[in-house]
Nanobody, 115 residues
Framework: QVQLVESGGGLVQPGGSLRLSCAASGTISGMNAMGWYRQGPGKQRQLVAIMSGGGTTNYADSVKGRFTISRDNAKNTVYLQMNSLKPEDTAVYYC?????????WGKGTLVTVSS
Protein backbone atom coordinates (compact mmCIF):
# COMPACT_ATOMS: atom_id res chain seq x y z
CA GLN A 1 0.00 0.00 0.00
CA VAL A 2 0.96 3.59 -0.58
CA GLN A 3 0.02 6.51 1.64
CA LEU A 4 0.36 10.17 0.72
CA VAL A 5 -0.25 12.58 3.56
CA GLU A 6 -0.50 16.30 2.87
CA SER A 7 -0.06 19.09 5.39
CA GLY A 8 0.34 22.85 5.47
CA GLY A 9 -2.98 24.11 4.18
CA GLY A 10 -4.95 26.85 5.87
CA LEU A 11 -6.31 30.36 5.63
CA VAL A 12 -4.04 33.09 4.30
CA GLN A 13 -4.56 36.66 3.17
CA PRO A 14 -4.03 37.68 -0.46
CA GLY A 15 -0.35 38.24 -1.08
CA GLY A 16 0.63 35.80 1.62
CA SER A 17 2.54 32.54 1.49
CA LEU A 18 2.02 28.92 2.45
CA ARG A 19 4.14 25.81 2.17
CA LEU A 20 2.51 22.47 1.52
CA SER A 21 4.19 19.17 2.29
CA CYS A 22 3.37 15.64 1.17
CA ALA A 23 5.04 12.62 2.68
CA ALA A 24 4.88 9.27 0.89
CA SER A 25 5.11 5.99 2.76
CA GLY A 26 4.46 2.32 2.21
CA THR A 27 5.47 0.36 -0.86
CA ILE A 28 7.01 3.28 -2.74
CA SER A 29 9.98 1.71 -4.46
CA GLY A 30 10.08 2.78 -8.06
CA MET A 31 8.44 6.13 -7.33
CA ASN A 32 8.88 8.50 -10.23
CA ALA A 33 7.03 11.79 -10.53
CA MET A 34 5.49 13.60 -7.59
CA GLY A 35 3.32 16.63 -7.89
CA TRP A 36 0.42 18.77 -6.82
CA TYR A 37 -3.03 19.21 -8.27
CA ARG A 38 -5.87 21.39 -7.08
CA GLN A 39 -9.64 21.53 -7.33
CA GLY A 40 -11.37 24.83 -6.76
CA PRO A 41 -15.07 25.28 -6.03
CA GLY A 42 -17.09 24.12 -9.02
CA LYS A 43 -13.97 23.31 -11.01
CA GLN A 44 -12.22 20.22 -12.26
CA ARG A 45 -9.00 19.00 -10.71
CA GLN A 46 -6.03 20.50 -12.51
CA LEU A 47 -2.28 20.24 -12.45
CA VAL A 48 -0.43 22.83 -10.37
CA ALA A 49 3.15 21.58 -10.45
CA ILE A 50 4.98 18.33 -10.98
CA MET A 51 8.55 17.12 -10.62
CA SER A 52 9.91 14.02 -12.31
CA GLY A 53 12.24 11.61 -10.62
CA GLY A 54 15.07 13.28 -12.51
CA GLY A 55 14.14 16.73 -11.26
CA THR A 56 12.37 18.14 -14.30
CA THR A 57 9.55 20.47 -13.31
CA ASN A 58 6.39 21.62 -14.98
CA TYR A 59 4.00 24.30 -13.75
CA ALA A 60 0.56 25.51 -14.64
CA ASP A 61 0.76 28.91 -16.34
CA SER A 62 -1.35 30.44 -13.59
CA VAL A 63 1.24 29.71 -10.90
CA LYS A 64 4.52 30.22 -12.76
CA GLY A 65 6.76 32.65 -10.92
CA ARG A 66 4.73 32.32 -7.70
CA PHE A 67 4.86 28.64 -6.78
CA THR A 68 7.90 26.41 -6.45
CA ILE A 69 7.89 22.63 -6.22
CA SER A 70 10.75 20.83 -4.53
CA ARG A 71 11.45 17.33 -3.42
CA ASP A 72 13.48 15.55 -0.74
CA ASN A 73 14.01 12.04 -2.05
CA ALA A 74 15.64 10.92 1.20
CA LYS A 75 12.40 11.77 3.02
CA ASN A 76 10.09 10.77 0.16
CA THR A 77 8.52 14.18 0.52
CA VAL A 78 7.44 16.79 -1.99
CA TYR A 79 6.84 20.43 -1.14
CA LEU A 80 4.96 23.28 -2.74
CA GLN A 81 6.03 26.77 -1.76
CA MET A 82 3.23 29.17 -2.65
CA ASN A 83 3.93 32.89 -2.67
CA SER A 84 1.88 35.92 -3.70
CA LEU A 85 -1.29 33.94 -3.18
CA LYS A 86 -4.48 35.13 -4.83
CA PRO A 87 -8.13 34.42 -4.01
CA GLU A 88 -8.33 32.31 -7.16
CA ASP A 89 -5.73 29.96 -5.67
CA THR A 90 -8.38 28.86 -3.17
CA ALA A 91 -8.80 25.11 -3.62
CA VAL A 92 -8.22 21.70 -2.17
CA TYR A 93 -4.66 20.76 -3.03
CA TYR A 94 -3.92 17.11 -3.70
CA CYS A 95 -0.58 15.37 -3.69
CA UNK A 96 0.04 12.89 -6.50
CA UNK A 97 2.71 10.26 -6.99
CA UNK A 98 3.44 8.03 -9.95
CA UNK A 99 4.73 4.70 -8.68
CA UNK A 100 5.36 1.79 -11.00
CA UNK A 101 3.01 3.30 -13.60
CA UNK A 102 0.17 3.77 -11.11
CA UNK A 103 -1.16 7.10 -9.83
CA UNK A 104 -1.70 7.59 -6.13
CA TRP A 105 -3.48 10.48 -4.42
CA GLY A 106 -3.53 12.04 -1.01
CA LYS A 107 -6.76 13.10 0.65
CA GLY A 108 -6.10 16.77 0.04
CA THR A 109 -5.49 19.88 2.09
CA LEU A 110 -7.62 23.01 1.87
CA VAL A 111 -6.03 26.33 1.01
CA THR A 112 -8.22 29.40 1.41
CA VAL A 113 -6.99 32.78 0.27
CA SER A 114 -9.21 35.50 1.65
CA SER A 115 -9.07 38.78 3.52
Amino acid sequence: QVQLVESGGGLVQPGGSLRLSCAASGTISGMNAMGWYRQGPGKQRQLVAIMSGGGTTNYADSVKGRFTISRDNAKNTVYLQMNSLKPEDTAVYYCNALIRLMNYWGKGTLVTVSS
